[in-house]
C-alpha cells in the first residue's frame, strides 16, 4: 500500500545496494514493510562521477524480471536522486536527468551546507526548465532549519518537499524533534520515503512512521504523506 519514491535498491550503480542478492534482500524487506511500489533514485551526481544509465536499466530489469518469478506484488519505476552541483543545470538543459516515473518532477539534493540563496536557484532553474523539484530529507539541510523558509521557497517555487521515513521514527534530541513535528503539523511536508540504502539506520520502515504520523497530524494527512501524494505523482496530477 505504500509507494517509496526515494529508494536505492538497484545495485551496482551508487552506494546503495552492492550485489543482486542485496537487492532481494532489500526489495523482500520493502514488501514486508508494506510497500508495493518504488520509484528506484540512484545517486547523479553531475561532474562529480559518472552515471552508468545501461547499466542502471539492465540491473533494474533483471531486477523486474526476479520479482515476477517469484510472485512479488511489488512494481519498480525508474528515477534518480540528482545532486545540485555546478553541472546539474546544463545536464538538466541537455535532458541528460532522468525524471520520476515519467512525471514532470525531480528529486533534487544539496549538500548539507549549500546554502540558501544556492538552493533558491537551483529552484528557479529546475522549474525553468519545466521540471517541479521535490527537495529530498529537507530536513538534512542547515540553511532550512526554519519552516519559513521552506513555506517561502514552496510559495515562489511550487516545490514539493521530501523527509525521510528514519527521521520521523528516530529518537532525536528535544529541539530536534519539535522541528520535524513541526514540518507535518504545519502541512510542510509532501512526501515520507524511506532513501533505502544497504546501511543500518537505512532499512525501510514505513510502517512504522506511518504509524507515528497518524498520531501526530491524523488519518488523512499520514495517508498523503505514504502513498495519497505519490499516487498523483504517477498519474501524473
Ligand atoms: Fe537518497
Known amino acids: 500500500m505504500f509507494c517509496d519514491i526515494h529508494s536505492h535498491v538497484i545495485w551496482g550503480i551508487d552506494d546503495g545496494a552492492r550485489s543482486f542478492d542485496v537487492t532481494k534482500a532489500l526489495i523482500r524487506e520493502c514488501v514486508d514493510d508494506g510497500i508495493d511500489t518504488i520509484i528506484t533514485s540512484p545517486h547523479v551526481t553531475p561532474g562529480k562521477a559518472e552515471f552508468k544509465d545501461d547499466v542502471y536499466l539492465e540491473h533494474l530489469e533483471?531486477?523486474?524480471?526476479?520479482?515476477?518469478s517469484e510472485g512479488i506484488g511489488l512494481k519498480l519505476y525508474t528515477g534518480a536522486e540528482i545532486l545540485y552541483t555546478s553541472q546539474t543545470e546544463r545536464f538538466i538543459q541537455e535532458r541528460r536527468v532522468r525524471d520520476m516515473a515519467g512525471s514532470p518532477c525531480m528529486l533534487v539534493e544539496f549538500m548539507p551546507d549549500n546554502s540558501l540563496h544556492r538552493i533558491t536557484e537551483a529552484m528557479r532553474q529546475i522549474g525553468n526548465a519545466g521540471y517541479t523539484p521535490i527537495?529530498?530529507?529537507v530536513e538534512r539541510y542547515d540553511c532550512?532549519?526554519?519552516i519559513d523558509r521552506i513555506l517561502e521557497l514552496k510559495d515562489e517555487f511550487n516545490c514539493l518537499i521530501q523527509v525521510n521515513a528514519h527521521t520521523v521514527t528516530r529518537r532525536q534530541g528535544f529541539f530536534r524533534r519539535r522541528f520535524i513535528?513541526?514540518?507535518?503539523?504545519e502541512g510542510v511536508v509532501d512526501f515520507v520515503a524511506t532513501d533505502?540504502?544497504?546501511?543500518p539506520d537505512r532499512h525501510p520502515n514505513m510502517t512504522q512512521a506511518?504509524?507515528?504520523l497518524k498520531e501526530l497530524v491524523g488519518q488523512e494527512y499520514a495517508d498523503e504523506l505514504m502513498f495519497e501524494n505519490q499516487r498523483r505523482l504517477l498519474l501524473g496530477e
Request: charged content about 30%.
Open 196 to 199: 533505502t540504502h544497504d546501511m
Open 181 to 185: 513535528e513541526k514540518l507535518f503539523k
Open 135 to 137: 527537495i529530498a530529507h
Open 144 to 146: 532550512l532549519n526554519k
Open 62 to 68: 533483471q531486477t523486474r524480471e526476479w520479482i515476477e
Open 210 to 212: 506511518y504509524a507515528t
